[in-house]
């Protein structure tokens, strides 16, 4: 899933997706099939929340199965 | 323009330096002297970081000039330990975690044993409106206010 | 995660204690060394010509007598520095773009603020450096200038760029405008939300631009070499990014610059960014000496990245038994004079502590002609916090509800929507809540003219990437090295969880900040991320040490490596079949480590997630002073969900902070312009921030619901405790006067004009 800025950024303003993947590099893969060039976006500008837990993107990740996957924008602090 | 020769006691040692007129005693400790340990926040006397006493008087470093010292004793932050031994101020600003970031502590604890030598059994408030010309920004004041009300009980042996 | 250790079961011999810090000696003693406390043979001075007007073009820069000044070594213009591409870098929300960060460095075009860097020079002495700098002949063409936000998104406002389209709107404008782009969230239906409310308030607020406030002014000393390598000690809450920042603003390898960390004077956010750095490189590259830069506070305060100030609307419903049904916030934040407000945060945080089913957030980045806002503590979710906060206070009056039990009921906890799209991932909010309710002082009675207040916060904390490396000496004493800045304590809690990881004394830790050479990259401290990320580098590190001193044990006994385990700093064999060996300590396996393989090192890295977030929930009791309209506060409670507190006495120091922070953006702290545009108030004595004599003791409340994603529990603890403070000072004035302030700074002659408002 994409926050709806990015969506409208980037995917037409589509903000949910049906994929199959297992390791975060999966989802991107796909993502970028279905957007080319969107996959550099999602790693440059994003975090990631699996089922609510934030990590940073990193490809080798796991999913697990039926796993709720939202990029966020990325978080910085002070 | 040449300098003025100038000749004070720092921290109990003579010392001899040459000055600008217009030179702060901030600017020559840090800058001529090597004796970093008096911060400059400012540089206009309004958060305390250059506290150092000047015959027993506490005053703001980057408000004295450095021809003011003359034939005065100094006290920084660099004479308050004696060797190994800590100030008990010092030691319980450290108990307390009395500082963060740390650049305001020389200057807090300058103004501390100031006060601690006129008054040593103040109360809550009568530390905090001595300490209120010295800024911090990470702390909130309290565990300084409860280091030096510890620092007292102690040195005055209760 | 521990592995092969007997666990201990929740009961800890370090962690949670609250030892000395190993840089605590030299801090007071006035040793440590921050950034402007270094010095070289032949350093040269360098100080800097700023901009005198808010706005204005530059047409010309004549350095000529400056250069012929007797001392002056070099005079730096933007000419000096490589242009560079327009492009936004990163993460929308806090995008880089180095078009701007060159020109917020030295000036190009135009010079967009007061105290915006125009030219530096470098010469023997501070002084001549200073008389240098009025040599310079500058051709200004001043223009109209605007500083307020509300202002600036006007259509006939100067425009500071002329060609900002805004972003984020369709159709795009075609004019252009000072509005970076606009933002929105959105979750149900407004309408329908708002429909089913049995109370509506919709209610504007602002707030005042406010400085981090730091004591210690940006400083830093760049040597710069002829085979072009260069050194820079700097005062920064993050080296590798200073490194990351200068290197690219000067067209320099990343590689060719080691950026040492000096101690640092304060940042909360506010030094995780350049401004001197580029500078004394730039200089000590065109002069060959090494190169001094110390800011002077009016140039920090002139020059330097405030928070935004924000202009914003919000409107809550919410149903007689309390429950919460719509929400919608605009916000509006001034970015200064280059894009990058923190409205984006403003906008993800503003209802975040709150399960709200309709919930719309809208943010607009707006440039005007002020210094460049930095990050400060939660950046931006202070902000809409003030507004959030302060509408839930007038709705639990009007429904009769316990403001705390408000929040209470719609409070967050794991698996609870979130406005900007995932669910919650921790607990920890209500039982903050939780805590000042069962607090013996909360129902407590109180007099005239006084009135208590509530108010939550939320932010998001930090993750990312970290290093960590281990060595074992040879007397079995520990050297733990991560490339975190140490800002409030963090190589105690560090050494704390080394300490414990290993089993061993925390005084046999020795815990270090290492330079850009000397480790893998460290993202910044900041955003509360040190003791949780860095934290998990340090664990990772201590069990892939764990896992070398067994095997050397094990060369030792000469047995097989299973058969050694790792316990309370020891190691033993696993049981009686593997031996009948005495425990090796550190020392008696470093004593071996020639004829067991050599040195005993390892090193970690993450690039973390799994962080939870801040709650902080506080209440504070306010008198009103009704004839001067000076507010004392008489009581501050703040609880904090810390998951796990590492050094009990940092987190309390850390709560104590903030609330003082808040405290001061509520009451006092704004910045003040001239119908020029100039700083009226570039100093400690009118930007006033609390002092000892204004405050009582700070009550903190470490609430602990540890984060089961890091081994010790770990939650960042810096930044969700300056959410709420403004507005439950807001909350306890309205509870002490009848009346609501809805702009800050509540000051003395605000608070009295409502008072005597009829």
Not at chain 3, 499 to 524: F, K, M, Q, W
């Amino acid at each position: 899933m994409l926050t709806g800025g990015f969506s409208r950024r980037y995917t037409d303003g589509v903000r949910e997706f049906e994929i199959a993947a297992r390791t975060v590099r999966g989802v991107i893969s796909a993502m970028d099939r279905l957007y080319p060039g969107l996959g550099e976006h999602l790693e440059e500008e994003t975090s990631l929340a699996v089922n609510g837990v934030i990590h940073e993107v990193v490809y080798t990740q796991i999913i697990p199965a039926d796993a709720e996957v939202f990029f966020i924008p990325r978080i910085e602090g002070g | 323009m040449s300098k003025h020769h100038v000749t004070t006691v720092i921290n109990g040692d003579p010392v001899e330096f040459l000055c600008a007129t217009n030179q702060s005693l901030l600017d020559v400790l840090r800058n001529d002297l090597n004796m970093t340990g008096t911060k400059e926040g400012c540089g206009t006397g309004d958060c305390g970081a250059c506290s150092v006493t000047l015959d027993g008087r506490l005053v703001c470093s980057c408000l004295v000039l450095g021809v003011e010292a003359q034939g005065k004793t100094i006290q920084t932050i660099e004479g308050m330990a004696n060797g190994e031994h800590l100030h008990v101020l010092q030691q319980k600003f450290l108990e307390h975690a009395a500082l963060q970031c740390g650049i305001c502590t020389p200057g807090f604890l300058v103004a501390a044993r100031s006060l601690l030598e006129r008054n040593p059994d103040p109360t809550e408030e009568e530390v905090r409106f001595w300490l209120a010309g010295n800024l911090c920004r990470c702390t909130g004041y309290n565990k300084i206010i409860e280091a030096v009300l510890d620092a007292a009980r102690e040195m005055r042996g209760a | 995660m521990l592995t092969n250790t007997k666990n201990i079961e929740q009961v800890f011999k370090s962690v949670g204690t609250s030892p000395i810090r190993p840089d605590g000696v030299p801090k007071v003693t006035g040793m440590a060394q921050y950034g402007a406390d270094y010095s070289l043979p032949g350093m040269l001075w360098a100080k800097i010509l700023r901009s005198p007007h808010a706005h204005a073009r530059i047409r010309s820069i004549n350095t000529s007598k400056a250069e012929a000044l007797p001392g002056v070594k070099a005079v730096l213009t933007s000419a000096d520095l490589p242009n560079q591409t327009f492009d936004y870098i990163g993460p929308e929300r806090v995008a880089v773009n180095y078009w701007h960060m060159t020109r917020n460095v030295m000036a190009r075009e135009k010079a967009l603020y007061e105290g915006h860097a125009i030219a530096a020079v470098a010469a023997t002495t501070a002084a001549i450096a200073a008389e240098a700098i009025a040599l310079i002949e500058v051709d200004y063409e001043v223009l109209p200038h605007v500083i307020d936000v509300d202002e600036a998104m006007h259509p006939d406002a100067p425009v500071l760029f002329e060609d900002m389209i805004t972003r984020g709107v369709e159709p795009a404008p075609t004019k252009p405008s000072n509005i970076t782009k606009r933002l929105e969230f959105k979750v149900g239906d407004l309408d329908a939300g708002f429909a089913a409310a049995d109370e509506i308030v919709e209610m504007s607020f602002k707030t005042a631009a406010v400085h981090q406030g730091y004591i210690e002014p940006h400083s830093c000393l760049a040597r710069y070499g002829a085979d072009g390598q260069c050194e820079l000690w700097s005062a920064s809450q993050g080296h590798f990014v200073v490194r990351a920042y200068t290197a690219k603003l000067l067209g320099m390898e990343i590689g060719n610059l080691v950026v040492h960390p000096a101690e640092i004077g304060g940042g909360f956010g506010g030094k995780t960014v350049v401004y001197v750095e580029p500078i004394a490189v730039a200089l000590s590259r065109k002069t060959g000496h090494p190169v001094k830069i110390m800011m002077s506070r009016e140039d920090v305060f002139k020059a330097t990245g405030p928070t935004s100030g924000g202009s914003m609307t919000v409107k809550i419903g919410v149903k007689k038994d309390g429950t919460l049904v719509a929400a919608d916030g605009v916000f509006k934040l001034q970015a200064g004079a280059f894009p990058g407000s923190p409205v984006m945060n403003a906008a993800m945080c503003a209802f975040a502590p709150y399960i709200i089913p309709n919930v719309r957030t809208v943010g607009f980045d707006v440039v005007s002609n002020r210094p460049k806002s930095a990050a400060y503590r939660a950046p931006g979710s202070p902000i809409s916090a003030f507004g959030v906060e302060s509408v839930l206070d007038i709705l639990a009056q009007k429904i009769g509800m316990d403001p705390l039990r408000l929040r209470l009921k719609n409070a967050v906890k794991a698996g609870s929507p979130t406005p900007y799209g995932p669910k919650h991932s921790h607990d920890g909010y209500a039982e903050t809540i939780q805590a000042l309710l069962d607090h013996p002082e909360y129902n407590k009675p109180l007099g005239k003219n006084q009135g208590r207040g509530v108010a939550s916060g939320f932010w998001f904390n930090g993750g990312g990437e970290s290093t960590a490396s281990i060595h074992i000496n040879e007397d079995g004493s520990v050297v733990l090295a991560t490339g975190s800045m140490d800002v409030g304590g963090s190589r105690a809690s560090m050494a704390l969880m080394a300490a414990e990881t290993l089993g061993v004394p925390y005084a046999s830790v020795r815990s270090t900040v290492a330079d850009t050479a000397s480790i893998g990259y460290n993202h910044v401290t900041g955003g509360s991320r040190v003791t949780y990320a860095t934290g998990l580098a340090v664990v990772e590190a201590c069990n892939k040490i764990i896992e070398q001193l067994r095997l050397r044990a094990s060369i030792m006994w000469d047995v097989d490596v299973k058969g050694v385990v790792w316990e309370d700093g020891f190691a033993k064999p696993a049981d009686k079949s593997v031996g009948e060996f005495e425990p090796l300590s550190l020392k008696a396996i470093a004593a071996k480590r020639a004829v067991t393989g050599g040195p005993i090192v390892t090193e970690a890295a993450v690039n973390a997630g799994g962080q939870a977030p801040g709650f902080s929930t506080q209440f504070c009791d306010v008198e009103v002073d009704p004839e001067t309209g000076a507010v004392k506060i008489l009581r501050f409670v703040a609880a904090q969900d810390v998951g796990r507190a590492i050094h009990p006495k940092y987190c309390e120091g850390q709560i104590h902070g903030g609330v003082v922070q808040g405290i001061g953006w509520a009451l006092n702290e704004e910045y003040i312009y001239d119908k020029q545009g100039r700083l009226s108030n570039a100093g400690f004595l009118d930007y006033r921030i609390p002092v000892a004599s204004d405050l009582p003791m700070i009550e903190a409340i470490l609430v602990e619901v540890p984060n089961p994603n890091h081994p010790y529990g770990v939650k960042g603890v810096g930044e969700a405790n300056i959410v709420p403070p403004m507005a439950a000072i807001a909350n306890a004035i309205q509870r002490a006067t009848g009346k609501r302030l809805t702009e800050l700074p509540m000051s003395p002659p605000k608070v009295l004009a409502a008072i005597d408002a009829v």
